[in-house]
């Protein structure tokens, strides 16, 4: 299924919009064989341990979801207090080895199926802004150690009724986090929408642990609609890569407050392929 099938297969009410649900089927190419399976990802990542908070500032977390397609990872979802048609999806997937100038063009491509989806699903009034750089820390930075992040806000209307949208998106120890946010335009305009994903996501970000174990002595770069890594190259000095911490399984603390994923790469005909909703609350994501 390519990414846009992704996006109307789950129906745009997974990220806050009702009334999508149409289909696109696609095969995903694939360079594994059936006689001789590889791990999914070439090895690069064979488990991953993702901890995140139940809490952040006034969101709750309610729901987990792992998607069929391993190459798309898991979601999170988040609810505003008391308010049914108020909630975050955060979505994490594997990323691998991104130059800024790949980050950067990942976040257009998501802004792109964003529209894509909003588009053929006939919504009225359609309209993006323009990807911009924000900030996920507390304090100032160098440049060098900031954590790649974009940010872009949308509107549009269904039966009559005008929505704010936006979506964040990260580049973290060899993941992508993503953060989808809609509500109803007389609750809160486009800017204001954008403006309190940034800073969920801001928030959230200093909580997170992702640690990775697999082949941390190559970088690798994964193409996130296929799964396939698409280049590897030894990493300097032998150093290991930020997020994967070698062949040996990690065990991150979990206190109070927190909760872990995990998840196991797999070749595509292996046991144990993950592909189940798992609820922590009122509701399933998914």
């Known amino acids: 299924m390519t990414r846009l099938g992704l996006w109307l297969s789950m ?35 064979r488990e991953s341990r993702i901890v995140y908070p139940l809490k952040v500032g006034e ?3 309610i729901g987990e979801h792992r ?16 308010d049914s048609d108020r909630w975050i999806d955060v979505y994490f997937y594997p990323a691998g080895v ?43 930075v160098a440049p060098a150690a900031a954590i790649p992040a974009r940010a872009v806000d949308l509107g549009y209307t269904i039966h ?18 993503k953060a989808r946010y809609s509500i109803e335009q007389a609750r809160l305009s486009r800017e204001d929408t954008l403006r309190q994903l940034e800073q969920f996501t801001a928030q959230l970000h200093p909580s997170l642990v992702v640690l990775s174990t697999g082949d941390c002595s190559m970088s690798s770069q994964i193409d996130a609609g296929t799964g396939r890594v698409t ?37 595509p005909d292996g046991e144990g392929h993950p592909s189940r ?10």
């Open 277 to 286: 909703s798992i609820g922590i609350g009122r509701i399933k994501v998914g």
């Open 11 to 45: 129906g745009m009410t997974l990220f806050g919009v009702p009334g999508v649900s149409a289909a696109e089927n696609a095969e995903s190419p694939s360079d594994v064989s059936k006689d001789h399976p590889q791990p999914f990802l070439g090895g690069f990542l």
């Open 231 to 267: 280049a590897r190259a030894p990493v300097p000095d032998g150093r290991l890569l930020a997020g994967c911490v070698g062949e040996s399984p990690v065990n991150p603390d979990v206190v109070d407050g927190m909760r872990e994923i995990r998840i196991e790469y797999r070749a």
């Open 160 to 177: 009559g009724t005008a929505y704010s949208s936006a979506m964040t998106l990260l580049l973290d120890h060899l993941y992508f986090v």
């Open 98 to 140: 991104l130059s800024a100038a790949q980050f950067a063009e990942a976040a257009r491509t998501e802004a792109d199926l964003i529209g894509q989806a909003h588009r053929q699903a006939g919504h009225a009034d359609f309209d993006i802004g323009e990807l911009q750089a924000f900030s996920v820390a507390s304090v100032p």
């Open 67 to 82: 998607f069929d397609e391993q190459e798309y990872g898991v979601s999170v979802r988040y609810a505003h207090g008391r």
């Open 59 to 61: 969101w709750e977390a």
